[in-house]
């Protein structure tokens, strides 16, 4: 087989493949910048994938800022391919680099101009100016290096506030969680549970209809909540309600909302595009997921399905269907 991504006899190496596994993502078809179809040209420290005219944009800041290969005839080291693999792509990347964007900021388009591209190039880039402020990178490297240890770092995309004035806060859209199902859910009365699940997001609180003796229960039940500027993670507890007594806990769970909010953020009016995934929260030993958490354009809505294992409770997993609502719907 020949190396389409190499000037090389040799065949495609494995980190090769990634790379070209890479550029086959729905997401990383379009220009990160401007969204022009069939990219050919990526930054390699940024993680990105760009049209011709955006990639002269990035190549006039300078290889400290974004090192431009072209896809199909650079020579890419193995490191190069790491940090393209790491950072995940387009969408990945902008949740970072766009995660502060304002609401109506002029992106460049397919025939924008190069003063329309430079201009915001070098405000996503160069300038940072749509960053969190303490992410913003003082060193003149901009390569984050893996997503993950910038999403899971103290410093997270999105500040998680704890103050009690949310309500009186700009909100940003809506959030549609849909409480689908619980299995294998843990016993608090003689053999069963009567379960029901409180849903809370800042102060906002709601909860389900309870299901009486029932262990596997099926709720599909659908909760809306308004999201603030500066949003904290969503949390689920499941309660045994009790007649007589207090309720007990049958487990609890969190629900990280940053990789779906940046990611519809990023992708702007999601109405014009096709079905794609757009991100992805990960698995890792920190969270609930029982497996990694995919974001997707399906018919003009960005879905997430979420799969998470109960925490501090011998057994019981809980299954969400979550959808993101912009605030001109």
Request: glycine fraction near 6%.
């Amino acid at each position: 087989m020949s190396n389409r991504y190499y000037k090389s006899e040799n065949p495609i190496s494995g980190k090769a493949r990634k790379l070209k596994e890479l550029t086959l993502k729905s997401d990383n078809r379009i220009c990160a910048d401007c969204g022009a179809p069939n990219p050919k040209w990526a930054s390699a420290n940024i993680g990105v994938f760009l049209c011709l005219k955006c990639s002269d944009v990035h190549r006039s800041l300078g290889p400290n800022i974004s090192k431009v290969l072209s896809v199909t005839l650079d020579t890419w080291s193995d490191s190069d391919i790491d940090s393209m693999v790491d950072v995940g792509g387009n969408s990945y990347a902008n949740a970072i680099y766009e995660a502060f964007l304002p609401r109506g900021y002029p992106k460049p388009k397919v025939d924008s101009n190069n003063e329309e591209r430079t201009k915001f190039i070098r405000s996503k880039y160069e300038l940072q100016e749509f960053l969190q402020p303490s992410l913003r990178i003082v060193s003149s490297k901009m390569s984050f290096g893996s997503y993950d240890s910038v999403k899971n770092s103290d410093s997270s995309f999105i500040a998680h506030s704890s103050r009690k004035d949310e309500d009186v806060r700009e909100l940003i859209g809506d959030l549609k969680v849909k409480i689908v199902r619980g299995t294998n859910l843990a016993v608090r009365d003689m053999l069963t549970s009567d379960p029901y699940v409180v849903v809370t997001l800042g102060q906002q609180k709601a909860q389900t209809t309870v299901k009486k003796s029932e262990l596997n229960p099926v709720w599909n039940e659908e909760i809306k909540l308004s999201v603030p500027q500066h949003y904290g993670a969503l949390k689920l507890q499941v309660y045994d309600h009790d007649v007589l007594s207090a309720d007990d806990i049958m487990g609890e769970a969190e629900v990280d909302l940053q990789p779906m909010i940046a990611a519809a953020m990023a992708f702007g009016d999601v109405s014009l595009l096709g079905n794609m995934q757009i991100g992805k929260w990960f698995k890792t030993k920190d969270n609930a997921l029982i497996k990694d958490s995919t974001i997707n354009i399906v018919n003009g809505i960005v879905k997430q399905e979420v799969l998470l294992k109960l925490q501090n409770v011998e057994s019981g997993e809980l299954e969400l269907e979550l959808e993101w609502v912009p605030l001109d719907q």
